[in-house]
């Protein structure tokens, strides 16, 4: 009977534990639970920390500021511009380069020979530029490539922000050069004809390019950065007010605006001088025709490069030291007015020769003393501009000069009968 009681009463004590036995068990596992929720929320703030800081350090520098695709369908940024652009620029250039391999090869005057030089140089400049960069920026209008799968390295970027800067610089620089080079021959004609070969005018225009690619791989060393631009394009150096990227913005903008200016005051001089020499009383002094058709070609050249040039230079300039937002649109536009020089800068040799003038007026005389003839006036008002602007002391220079080309060679003088 006693073993009885006891088994009922192990019983109901096992009943009463049976009883409470699923609301410890619905504790202990509402209390893991919330335990693993908050080890899994604290894991997943860290992995995603983690993950955000590894793709910040994975992402390539030429996406870090802008990533495509991008949403960007102003007209400016048509398929349209950069075909036509690219179509006629390159067009354009391949005649220039033909009219003047004929010119060379015709060629008898030693200064000019000088001037087509320099005048390739550019011409094959512009050609290249407009077939590197144009061939990238149409190929992605017409494919919609992706550039992170094409190029997740930014190797293609850095080459193409290399090319726009190189084939930038490369006009203001050689015009430049070239306004050097026509005022030591109209001011300096004996110095320079000593001193000047064509080898040496060749080894001039390939300094020049030596130089403009030395200042585009200045960010591949870490002295600005290439990046992506809008409409996902092309690429350019990144215009910022900040570090590395303000100093290489600073030099691209200073280089082509010192060009500009150093152009524009060497032959300021060089037309003065060469307009005083023309309307000169000396007449046996040589012929300047040559002189005159250069100095037109490269006043025209630089008067395009300013219009052209000068509005993005001083738009770079002008947002590095404002601080301000970049424009993506003004950027565009500027760049299309950039364009404009590689394809404006052929049609000046094309077209402002002696030659084309005589085919389309061959009935008219174009010497010096014809024109003076006709202009007398002319005559005047330019001896009393270029005596108020010279002074006397470059007139007795090139008085100098000027007896000295006249003087024949003891060889070909003819004894007196």
């Known amino acids: 009977m006693s073993i009885r009681v006891g088994r009922v009463e192990e019983r109901t004590q096992l ?19 919330w335990t693993c929720d908050s080890h899994l929320k604290s894991t997943s703030v860290h992995q995603l920390a983690m993950m955000n800081t590894s793709n910040a350090n994975n992402t390539p520098q030429c996406y870090s500021l802008k990533s495509p695709p991008f949403n960007y369908t102003h007209p400016i940024s048509s398929v349209y511009f950069s075909t036509i652009f690219s179509t006629l620029g390159i067009t354009s250039n391949l005649i220039a380069f033909i009219v003047l391999i004929k ?31 144009g061939s990238i920026v149409v190929s992605f209008h017409f494919t919609h490539f992706n550039w992170r799968q094409v190029d997740p390295n930014c190797h293609f970027c850095n080459f193409m922000g290399m090319s726009m800067v190189f084939y930038g610089l490369c006009p203001l620089l050689l015009s430049a050069t070239m306004a050097m080079e026509r005022f030591c021959g109209i001011n300096r004609p004996f110095e320079r004809s000593t001193n000047m070969s064509k080898s040496r005018t060749v080894y001039m225009v390939l300094m020049v390019w030596l130089v403009a690619g030395c200042i585009a791989l200045l960010p591949l060393i870490g002295v600005g950065s290439y990046h992506i631009q809008a409409p996902g394009s092309w ?6 007010s900040k570090g590395s990227d303000m100093v290489f913005s600073l030099l691209f903008s200073l280089v082509g605006l010192t060009s500009i200016v150093v152009s524009f005051l060497l032959n300021t001089v060089s037309v003065v001088t060469l307009i005083k020499v023309c309307c000169g009383q000396d007449r046996t002094q040589r012929s300047r025709d040559h002189e ?14 300013s219009i052209s040039w000068c509005p993005l230079l001083v738009f770079i300039a002008q947002t590095t030291f404002s601080r301000h937002r970049l424009h993506d649109l003004y950027l565009l536009l500027y760049l299309r007015f950039a364009t404009w020089n590689q394809i404006l800068d052929p049609w ?70």
């Open 348 to 417: 000046v040799y094309i077209l402002f020769r002696r030659a084309v003038f005589k085919r389309v007026y061959p009935r008219f005389d174009w010497s010096r003393s014809s024109i003076m003839t006709l202009y007398p006036y002319f005559r005047e008002t330019a001896r009393r501009f270029t005596r108020s602007s010279l002074g006397s002391n470059l007139g007795s220079d090139e008085t100098g000069e000027t007896t000295q080309s006249n003087v024949t060679p003891p060889s070909t003088l003819k004894s007196p009968d």
């Open 292 to 305: 005159v058709e250069m100095m037109v070609q490269l006043i025209l050249i630089m008067i395009i490069a």
């Open 103 to 133: 010119s060379f090869r015709q060629m008898r005057n030693r200064s000019r020979s000088f001037f087509l030089i320099f005048l390739g140089g550019l011409v094959v400049t512009d050609f290249m530029g407009l077939l590197v960069t």
């Open 15 to 33: 009943g009463e534990g049976s009883k409470d036995e699923p609301g410890l068990l619905l504790k202990v596992f509402l209390s893991s639970s």
């Open 235 to 240: 690429c350019f150096f990144n215009i910022s």
